[in-house]
């Protein structure tokens, strides 16, 4: 079965810190595509970075940046310099090869002014 | 282009009745998805299209569920003798490019469904 954990049901940071978000997954498939999306309150998801599990490099979107341990199985978000707008339900989320997503429960972030 | 567009944004309804939710993805997008999101839950996939054609259903698709995209278009998700365990937000999304899993999907923003 292909699982996808994430451990932190919320969190909060000070804006203009910085903070990583967790997720671990379990999977005997090889190649897989890895996202992070983000849902504001009362508004629809949008992809925040996407990681393709062949690749070794980290993926970088300006102030948004992921940890991939393909060992260890592990896909962290890390966000630089946060911003009020950053306040938002964030999902890791899979796609194992086909064409459905398998989300986490999600990380609700809230960044305090 | 507005992006995924979905009707009705809220839905209330009672047990027993059937409902019918409508998605329109963004113009041109060949695959369209439906998933399921309860309170304090990721979204769980239900089925998708290529085109017209219904290519996978999730076993959460009982058949009081059924999904179409009659012309590669618009979806309409219609459910059947509602039960109050069907209440949830129901999204779609819409994905262009080769297969394989690595494409964005684009998010509309939601149909909530509350069975009473």
């Known amino acids: 079965a292909q699982t996808v954990t994430q451990s932190q049901p919320e969190m909060s940071v000070q804006e203009a810190e910085t903070v990583t978000l967790s997720c671990t997954y379990d999977t005997s498939e090889s190649n897989y595509y890895l996202f992070w999306y983000k849902q504001p309150p009362s508004r629809q998801m949008i992809l925040v970075i996407r990681?393709?599990?062949?690749?070794?490099q980290n993926a970088t979107e300006n102030r948004f940046s992921v940890n991939f341990q393909k060992a260890a199985k592990s896909f962290s978000l890390k966000i630089s310099d946060s911003q009020l707008g950053d306040t938002a339900m964030y999902f890791c989320a899979f796609n194992f090869g086909n064409e459905k997503l398998t989300f986490g429960t999600g990380t609700r972030l809230t960044i305090i002014p | 282009d507005t992006g995924v567009s979905q009707n009705p944004r809220h839905k209330i309804t009672k047990r027993g009745q059937n409902v019918t939710f409508r998605c329109d993805p963004i113009?041109?997008?060949?695959?369209l998805y439906w998933y399921r999101q309860t309170l304090g839950q990721g979204p769980e996939f239900l089925t998708y299209?290529?085109?017209?054609?219904?290519?996978?259903k999730s076993r959460l698709l009982s058949d009081r569920f059924s999904a179409e995209r009659p012309k590669g278009s618009f979806s309409t998700l219609e459910i059947q003798r509602t039960e109050q365990g069907d209440s949830a937000m129901y999204l779609c999304a819409s994905s262009s490019g080769t297969s394989g899993g690595r494409n964005e999907q684009f998010f509309g923003p939601g149909t909530r469904l509350t069975v009473l």
């Open positions: 990681q393709e599990a062949y690749k070794q």
């Open positions: 113009s041109e997008h060949n695959r």
């Open positions: 299209f290529q085109n017209e054609a219904q290519l996978e």
